[in-house]
């Protein structure tokens, strides 16, 4: 088994290069974010609720996401593994991550952050908020919201990773396809060295 974190700040291309890793090394995509749009399209009680702390930026409670996982960790008992997209993104959630991984007798393998300056993120998500009809990209105010509780409450993710000797980081600037070289690169090397 191979479990992968892509991690970063709102608009580092997560979602983006999540659809590539996804396709080259057929890893299970469990990502929080499209979990609580089809929520939020469904208009389930959860949905609902997601939607109004999603609108301002903010980050839905810690149990609600944690729960999201766990089910669809037990809906995927013979994967290969996982790539997690915006999970984790509290210290809880990670701490709850790395529990629910050895309970399966397995745990996070890497951990890559996509480092992209702020500018470019702002950028990203401006354009991104002319097609994607998501509500929370529609404000300017709500986007830079992210970027502080991103700095606040998930990059201390991060930290907790670096610890574990887990982290690497690759650079999230620059054409889509290049990025996608970098990572598999990363990715490559480290899965010679995991028996799986
Ligand atoms: P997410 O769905 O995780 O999305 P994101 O952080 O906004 O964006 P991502 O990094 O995936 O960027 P993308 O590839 O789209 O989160 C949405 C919300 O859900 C959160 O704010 C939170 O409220 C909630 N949520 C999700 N998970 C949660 C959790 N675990 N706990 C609590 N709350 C949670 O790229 C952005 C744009 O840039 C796209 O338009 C893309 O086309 C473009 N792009 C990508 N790479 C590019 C490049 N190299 N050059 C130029 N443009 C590029």
Same mark, same amino acid.
């Given at each position: 088994m191979f479990n992968l974190i892509l991690f $970063?700040?709102?608009?580092?291309g997560k979602g983006t290069q999540s659809e590539k890793l996804i396709e080259k090394y057929g890893l299970v995509h469990l990502s929080t974010g499209n979990l609580l749009r089809e929520e939020i399209a469904n208009n389930t009680p959860l949905g609902l609720e997601a939607r109004n702390i999603m609108d301002k930026g903010h980050l839905v409670p810690d149990e609600v996401v944690i729960g999201m996982i766990d089910n669809s960790l037990e809906h995927h008992k013979e994967a290969p593994g996982f790539l997690f997209d $915006?999970?984790?993104?509290t210290l809880a959630q990670a701490e709850a991550l790395d529990k629910l991984l050895l309970l399966k007798?397995?745990?996070?393998?890497l951990v890559i952050i996509l480092d992209v300056n702020e500018e470019e993120l702002i950028k990203r998500l401006v354009n991104r908020a002319k097609t994607s009809g998501r509500s929370d990209d529609a404000d300017e105010n709500v986007q830079r919201k992210r970027q502080e509780v991103y700095k606040r409450d998930t990059f201390p993710v991060a930290t907790h990773y670096q610890k574990m000797k887990k982290l690497v980081h690759v650079d $999230?600037?620059?054409e889509i396809d290049q990025i996608f070289q970098r990572l598999c690169s990363i990715i490559d090397k480290k899965r010679k060295s995991t028996p799986q």
């Open positions: $970063g700040p709102p608009g580092s $915006g999970f984790p993104r007798n397995a745990e996070t393998d $999230g600037m620059g």
